[in-house]
């Protein structure tokens, strides 16, 4: 059923890009995804392309993403610049731009739908011209239903909305089953239900504090979730990468690293290590051809 591997890789700071990747080739990622947070910091996309891409040449290694993580529905500049992503993509040798849904800041999700429609329309037909596919993370950002911050793309229900308003194919998710698990929603029914909008995936694991919530609630002043690298977190990432398989995603998981709480600062390249490694595993390791076909 598998046509192409799926490929696993990590997160880079875009403005880090050229500084971290040169001692990361080599270490077993096959891709990585260029990030940006609602700005540049003075990066000019021109410039960084090419350079990315010389220092990739021969690698094997491939651009997974470029994201730009925004608030397109409430910044007029936000919005010129992730149309600049989609112009872009190409240059660093992708076709996902990864990015917010935005939001109207302390205003509901349905209150910033028809904002979304316009912008997100826009967005959606130039990508399809440029052949690009956006991906919106799942990520509340400390929003709510009621009180959105920067991104409404956070659930299920905001995504049947979203979808229904920019009905493209160019418009899909950039899902991980961190920010799930964050609501207590089953990451393995979410991507059963969701798998065939996925455009990119981010490899980042969480556990879930049952003991806390049974003793203490989900109001007691503690957080019941704790963001983990893929590995030491409750996700079943055998039955992420069944399900992905079977349905054809031939894209990347990406690991989103800087949040594990033991493997951090010294320890952080030893858990992402651990979680490439883990994550290859669960997929099935790598191919190999079988010796009698010829």
Not at 103 to 132: Q, W
Not at 134 to 160: F, H, V
Not at 167 to 183: N, R
Request: charged share 20%; aromatic share 10%.
């Amino acid at each position: 059923m598998m046509n192409k591997q799926i490929r696993v890789g990590t997160c880079i700071p875009g403005n880090s890009f050229l500084d971290w990747v040169p001692g990361m080739i080599g270490r077993g990622f096959e891709c990585f995804t260029v990030n940006f947070h609602m700005s540049f910091g003075g990066v000019e996309l021109s410039d960084l392309a090419p350079r990315v891409r010389a220092l990739l040449d021969g690698t094997g290694i491939e651009v997974s993403a470029l994201g730009f993580y925004c608030n397109a529905l409430q910044n007029p500049e936000h919005e010129k610049l992730l149309h600049g992503c989609i112009d872009m993509a190409e240059a660093f040798g992708t076709k996902t731009v990864s990015t917010f849904a935005g939001a109207l800041e302390g205003e509901s999700v349905d209150a910033a739908m028809p904002r979304f429609k316009e912008v997100f329309g826009e967005l959606a037909r130039h990508a399809e011209d440029r052949g690009v596919k956006l991906a919106i993370e799942n990520c509340p950002m400390g929003g709510t239903w009621q009180k959105g911050t920067c991104n409404i793309g956070y659930s299920p229900r905001a995504w049947d909305m979203m979808f229904n308003e920019v009905p493209s194919d160019a418009l899909g998710l950039e899902w991980e089953p961190a920010h799930q698990m964050y609501q207590l929603i089953d990451p393995v029914a979410c991507l059963r239900r969701y798998v065939k909008k996925i455009v990119h995936i981010h490899g980042k694991d969480a556990t879930i504090k049952h003991d806390l919530i049974a003793s203490e609630g989900l109001m007691c002043g503690e957080s019941f979730v704790e963001s983990r690298f893929p590995g030491f977190g409750d996700t079943d990432w055998r039955k992420i990468f069944e399900i992905l398989q079977m349905a054809g995603y031939e894209g990347c998981v990406s690991i989103e690293g800087y949040h594990d709480p033991l493997f951090s600062r010294d320890w952080e390249m030893t858990g992402q290590m651990h979680a490439l490694n883990y994550l290859k595993w669960c997929r099935g390791g790598s191919f190999t051809p079988n010796p009698w076909d010829k």
